[in-house]
């Protein structure tokens, strides 16, 4: 139950594996999880991110399903997990940990604020194929939520943090609150593809109609929160109006897993009107609308001169 | 799997010590977890100390929380304490087949193994959970935070593969000398779960201990409980010893 960590690890420190002796360079704080952190260490002048946890069980626990998605990959995929031990922390005390690939890149929000929203389409498509990957080999993500993806360059995305991967038709095993089917009276918190879908809904509301959403949060009553709730945002909202009808069927688990729901989205982009309405800056929108108050004042001024 | 989730916000005042009824609990294999529903201010030093020490004796967890967070803590703790409870099975199995009962000190392969059978045991093993809930005038503001994280918690267990059952207990009872109520026997359902609290009348006791006393009590007769379930929703059928 506690998230509040002890272990502190300090950049320039070297920490050693217990059992394989592997030698590790901290370099600094990539991140913090629901069960470790995560920090960029150095190997032989490669960069690796390494995880590091409170509990041993908990953390293993994690490392067996990367495990066994690693197993279920084709060949000619980079690998993903490296190495798995335990160090021995400042205090003294053992931490098991384990070390992956070192993704380059901002997470979702960031990245969209960076480099405009004219990413977004793009960004979704490539982590509906991420999430497609996933639902093929029998996993649902879980805890899918804007911190959970990296995006390097030109829309490359990456799923971390896989504490809540779990396989399907199990309990998810770690969510967070308002991503949540659950929460929002749409389903149960069994794993299928349809959840991950869930949470993709929500994490486009996120994006965009950041405030609102938080908004229907602090104000609905626990039995009236709905999708239709959540619809009604997207409805309003310029950026998401055209995916509108998408999200519906997102939320309603419509969609038989991910792959099909990447199509739906890809027919979508090549809509005009999905880009056009988010490609309309809004300070042109409001400097419409100060012109067309500007002239209405001077009509009226001067019918009012005329008359 | 039997557990016991305790919710309070503050000390109890009547009784039999909740540290000693609570390491009764855990000598008939229940674990006893506790949260503290803080309000705008605090429980008190008194009150988080007892709510700590009612959990490390009764072999749970304890966390303070505030109203928003009821439903997320609810359900992680309970979820944390069955792999806690399989994880010191397992460790005792481990105990004799290896002369060193911690996970920690087996090599990480051996380790992915052993998880594994803690996970999937975790998973389908059946599970029961009885919610106590503090019924002092205080708590009467947060009640709706409560009911919510019940159903929360309801929803969270029945995505598990093996049974899950929940019962709802409150304290004080809203006659004199009844320690504590059963509002809901054990069932798998959501329904009847909601508006279990409105009606009840607040009390002006803490008696924490009699009633983890009570819960105890109508684990040992598990036949007598499922018996009172006849009373159709469970409404304040009091049960009385």
């Given at each position: 139950m506690t998230t509040s960590f002890k272990v502190d690890l300090r950049r320039g420190m070297v920490v050693t594996g217990k059992w394989k002796q592997g030698r590790y360079r901290v370099e600094r704080l990539l991140g913090e999880g629901a069960n470790g952190k995560v920090y960029l260490v150095q190997r032989d002048r490669s960069w690796y991110a390494l995880k590091v946890g409170m509990d041993a069980v908990d953390l293993q626990s994690e490392i067996n399903v990367l495990q066994s998605i690693a197993k279920q990959k084709q060949h000619g995929h980079e690998p993903f997990l490296f190495d798995v031990d335990d160090l021995y922390g400042p205090d003294g005390r053992e931490y098991p940990f384990y070390i992956m690939r070192y993704v380059l890149g901002s997470t979702l929000g960031d990245y969209l604020k960076q480099?405009?929203?004219?990413w977004f389409p793009l960004v979704g498509l490539n982590l509906l194929g991420k999430l497609a990957k996933l639902h093929q080999a029998?996993?649902?993500?879980?805890?899918?939520?804007v911190e959970n993806v990296l995006v390097a360059d030109y829309g490359h995305v990456e799923l971390v943090d896989y504490g809540g991967v779990t396989g399907v038709g199990k309990g998810i095993r770690q969510f967070t609150e308002i991503y949540d089917r659950g929460y929002w009276n749409e389903g149960s918190r069994s794993a299928d593809p349809g959840y991950d879908l869930f949470s993709f809904g929500v994490l486009c509301l996120k994006l965009h109609e950041s405030k609102r959403l938080h908004q229907l949060t602090m104000e609905l009553l626990p039995q009236n929160r709905s999708a239709g709730e959540l619809i009604q945002i997207a409805e309003l909202s310029p950026a998401l109006k055209p995916i509108a009808g998408w999200l519906r069927k997102a939320f309603a688990g419509q969609f038989t897993d991910a792959s099909d729901a990447s199509a739906a989205w890809r027919a979508l982009m090549h809509r005009r009107d999905t880009h056009r309405s988010s490609a309309t800056p809004g300070w042109l929108k409001g400097l419409v609308a100060a012109s067309a108050v500007l002239l209405g004042t001077s009509v009226y001024w001067l019918l009012r001169n005329v008359l | 799997m039997k557990q016991i989730l305790l919710i309070t916000d503050g000390c109890s005042n009547v009784g039999l010590s909740p540290v000693v009824a609570a390491a009764h609990a855990q000598s008939d294999g229940i674990s006893v977890n506790v949260v503290g529903v803080l309000d705008?201010?605090?429980?008190g030093e008194l009150g988080a100390a007892e709510i700590d020490e009612i959990a490390r004796a009764g072999g749970g967890l304890s966390r303070m929380v505030n109203m928003r967070q009821l439903s997320q803590t609810v359900q992680m703790m309970t979820r944390k304490t069955v792999v806690q409870t399989i994880q010191l099975a397992v460790q005792k199995e481990l105990k004799q087949v290896l002369g060193n009962g911690s996970i920690e000190a087996l090599p990480p392969e051996k380790r992915a193994d052993v998880v594994r059978v803690i996970d999937e045991l975790g998973e389908t093993s059946s599970l029961q959970v009885a919610l106590l809930i503090?019924?002092?005038?205080?708590m009467k503001p947060k009640l709706a935070a409560v009911e919510e994280a019940i159903r929360d918690l309801m929803l969270s267990l029945q995505a598990r593969q093996g049974k899950s059952e929940i019962s709802v207990f409150h304290f004080p009872g809203s006659r004199h000398g009844d320690d504590c109520v059963m509002d809901l026997g054990w069932t798998s359902h959501l329904n009847g779960v909601h508006g279990i609290f409105p009606r009840l009348q607040m009390g002006g006791t803490t008696p924490t201990g009699p009633a983890i006393m009570h819960v105890i009590d109508f684990y040992r007769q598990g036949d007598y409980g499922r018996q009172s379930r006849?009373?159709?929703?469970?409404?304040?059928?009091d049960y009385v010893v």
């Open positions: 480099k405009g929203p004219e029998g996993w649902v993500f879980g805890d899918l939520k | 705008h201010g605090d429980v503090d019924a002092s005038a205080s006849d009373g159709t929703d469970g409404m304040m059928s």
